[in-house]
């Protein structure tokens, strides 16, 4: 079975522009939760979702949004991106509404915003 | 608000030492605490984990340990080896169950 895939890997983009990350979760899984992780540092939770509703949202600011489709996989967005926003983008999903047998990662989508 | 702190940042242990890895958390009704291992390019992944009714847990060559009264919980990787280079996370299952709370992480280097 395929585990959880990203896309894009990289990703280079300009300040003030828009991204769009994709994320397609494990069969079965129905929750998909996103994080970003910058340079030398923990995992930082942004949103879960499952089934098609978002069931937690961490602090970033408004900029940045998500959602999840029928078919579960999830798109985050990222408006007016900011030197700051470059990070690994990280897409995790769990079978449960909530991570209580924790995690399986994708491999990441490098944002490098210019 | 919610916090796992993680120490130390480094560890270099010499090839067939111990390496361990300690960290504390803030909130007292997180009961779910996953250990993350991170290779360079990759996700994350889930190498053990260890649940508040539990005091130990062992996987072969790794075993946590988890003081709730203290609220720390510790990796130990015995007989270590050159694949266990790579950078580990503990984590806590936050008390509104939605998410999960990552320590900094350690960057475990074997030497040979």
């Known amino acids: 079975d395929a585990g959880v895939t990203q896309s894009p890997t990289h990703l280079i983009k300009t300040r003030g522009q828009q991204v769009t990350l994709r994320c397609s979760p494990i069969?079965?899984?129905?929750?998909v939760s996103w994080y970003q992780q910058v340079l030398g540092q923990g995992p930082q939770f942004i949103f879960q979702y499952y089934e098609k509703e978002e069931r937690g949202r961490g602090n970033f600011p408004d900029r940045f949004s998500a959602r999840q489709f029928p078919n579960y996989s999830s798109e985050l967005n990222v408006n007016a991106l900011l030197l700051g926003d470059s990070a690994l983008y990280l897409c995790?999903?769990?079978?449960?509404?909530?991570?209580?047998?924790?995690?399986?990662f994708g491999s990441g989508t490098r944002l490098t915003v210019v | 608000g919610e916090n796992v702190e993680q120490h130390p940042s480094t560890l270099s242990v010499q090839e067939g030492d111990s390496a361990v890895i300690k960290c504390t958390y803030s909130d007292s009704a997180s009961n779910y605490f996953p250990w993350y291992k991170q290779e360079l390019g990759k996700g994350p992944q889930l190498i053990i984990d260890?649940?508040?009714?539990?005091g130990e847990k062992k996987d072969q060559r790794i075993a946590v340990t988890l003081n709730k009264t203290a609220k720390h919980f510790s990796l130990h990787i015995t007989e270590t080896q050159p694949e266990d280079s790579a950078v580990y996370f503990c984590?806590?299952?936050?008390?509104?169950?939605?998410?999960?709370?990552f320590g900094s992480g350690t960057r475990l280097s074997i030497r040979p």
């Open positions: 995790a999903s769990t079978p449960a509404e909530t991570p209580v047998y924790g995690y399986t």
């Open positions: 260890i649940r508040s009714n539990v």
């Open positions: 069969s079965g899984h129905k929750s």
């Open positions: 984590a806590a299952l936050s008390s509104s169950a939605s998410k999960i709370i």
